[in-house]
């Protein structure tokens, strides 16, 4: 009887780990966030250091695309983790649901935080 309870139990904590592929993804998409993240500061500190009278357009057309790579991957992610979170985890145990949403909240105000900052420091150079 304490034999099938124990496998009942393990087999709900084994469910409620994330799996091979999710734990990949993820790591995956941290290193990409960060190398992305880390590309934008080196366009921010470019531009804001170099004369606004020279050569300044083609930064400002690699910031457009960063601030749409910022904008549009990050939700796409989110749908993404979502697909997978789902398709691993189709009856999911009670409250892994409720965690992962929570996650997911408080990863997507990170994300429109680092967005606005980014929006404001591409485009809000104020001529001198």
Request: glycine share 4%; proline share 5%; charged share 10%.
């Amino acid at each position: 009887m304490s034999q099938s309870h124990s496998q009942t139990a393990s087999a709900s904590a084994v469910s409620s780990l994330p799996s091979k592929q999710l734990t990949i993804a993820r790591i995956t998409a941290f290193v990409l966030a960060c190398c992305w993240f880390f590309y934008s500061l080196w366009l921010v500190v470019k531009v804001w250091g170099t004369d606004p009278q020279h050569e300044v357009h083609i930064y400002k057309i690699q910031q457009a695309i960063a601030w749409g790579v910022w904008t549009i991957a990050t939700p796409v992610w989110f749908l993404f983790e979502y697909y997978l979170f789902n398709r691993e985890n189709p009856n999911p145990p009670k409250g892994l649901v409720q965690r992962f949403k929570y996650n997911q909240t408080l990863a997507g105000k990170c994300w429109l935080a680092v967005a606005a900052v980014f929006l404001a420091l591409f485009f809000g150079r104020l001529k001198p």
